[in-house]
């Protein structure tokens, strides 16, 4: 009766409870009889018609075959880091045998009971407190690994083990919520501060990207102003100073032409030497400065030198044009020196 009571939420192995031999017996359905005659083990009843001796044969137990279930009280463990908890489970067994399990253990549900709280106990020994959460199915297999081990000469198979509650003290369960809410705080603050980075990523790589983008503009456009205003304006320059050179060309080609070269020769040649002393604080003068015939003597003799294969070339094409202009250019030269005297 003490054993029973212990017991009590789980339901008792002998389901039909122990029928009495009237000769002929019907078996139901996943149980098995055990029959003793004289006190010896005879065999056991299949499930039907059955045939007995009265007064020799006797049912002696009642197993059933189906799946038990059995509520494990709570019980007090002690983890690896020294916190205790308050741990209750459910296990699921079967009789695989009904000969061992009559005969090889009195109470077959209370052994594989106790073999399960021992043996919870010890598993989680061996686990810390944040591991008991994180390996509940492992513990689980472990627990079901060690009864089967055991109960396996009671003829008993246990097929699962589960946790049902696990309660923490409350000082624990106040330093597990500080440290979740901590944990959470954490991650906020990592995720905001990965925000901040890749924000100012992205603004540093979109001012990269607008500095590359404006400098291609720039060179583009500078690119296209070489090869286009500026690229007209060297052609126009350089065609209106060929058309000038064509005409200054055909002007020199006239009558008295080198007349007027040699005149214009001669007052830039007078306008640079005045303006000399302008834009420098040294001044190199010539030794003959009040001689302004010789000094356009020499302008002319630069500018004969430098016409002179052309003139070689023409003298016999144009000889009264060539003694006009030198006469005039005489002349000229003439009264340039009375007006600076």
């Known amino acids: 009766l003490k054993r029973v009571a212990r017991l009590a939420p789980a339901p008792c192995r002998w389901n039909s409870g122990l029928p ?23 065999r056991i009843l299949e499930p039907g018609l059955n045939f007995l001796i009265p ?49 090889g253990v009195e109470d077959p549900e209370y052994a594989v009971t106790q073999l399960a709280q021992t043996t919870m106990r010890s598993e989680l020994g061996k686990l810390s407190l944040d591991r008991v959460f994180r390996e509940r199915e492992s513990l689980n297999a ?7 081990q055991a109960s396996d000469c009671w003829g008993i198979r246990c097929l699962r083990y589960e946790i049902k509650d696990i309660h923490v003290p409350p000082r624990v369960k106040e330093s597990m919520q500080m440290q979740v809410e901590a944990e959470r705080r954490k991650r906020a603050t990592v995720l905001e501060s990965e925000g901040t980075r890749e924000s100012a990523i992205n603004v540093a790589e979109g001012q990269k990207q607008a500095q590359i ?37 055909a002007a020199l080609a006239q009558q008295h032409g080198n007349a007027a070269a040699s005149l214009s020769v001669a007052e830039q040649y007078v306008n640079a030497f005045s303006k000399i002393a302008k834009d420098s604080n040294t001044v190199l003068l010539p030794a003959n400065t009040g001689d302004v015939t010789n000094m356009v003597a020499q302008a002319l003799g630069i500018y004969t030198t430098l016409t002179k294969p052309q003139a070689v070339k023409t003298q016999d094409e144009m000889p009264s044009a060539h003694e006009d202009s030198h006469s005039a250019a005489t002349d000229v030269l003439k009264a340039e020196q009375g007006s600076s005297s």
Do not use: C
Not at 90 to 102: E, F, G, H, I, T
Not at 216 to 225: F, R, T
């Open 20 to 42: 009495m031999n009237i000769g002929v017996l019907f078996v139901p359905q996943q149980e098995a009889w055990v029959v003793e005659r004289m006190g010896k083990f005879h």
């Open 55 to 103: 007064l020799l044969d006797r049912i002696r137990y009642v197993q059933s075959l189906k799946e038990i279930v059995i509520n494990v009280p709570e019980q007090s463990a002690v983890t690896l880091d020294n916190v205790t908890l308050q741990i209750d489970g459910v296990l699921y067994l079967r009789v695989m045998d009904p000969y061992k399990a009559s005969y």
């Open 142 to 148: 472990s627990i079901v690994d060690a009864i089967n």
């Open 213 to 249: 983008l404006a400098s291609e503009a720039e060179k583009a456009e500078q690119i296209n102003k070489a090869a286009g205003r500026e690229a007209n304006a060297m052609l126009v320059k350089a065609r209106a100073k060929a058309e000038a050179i064509q005409l200054l060309a």
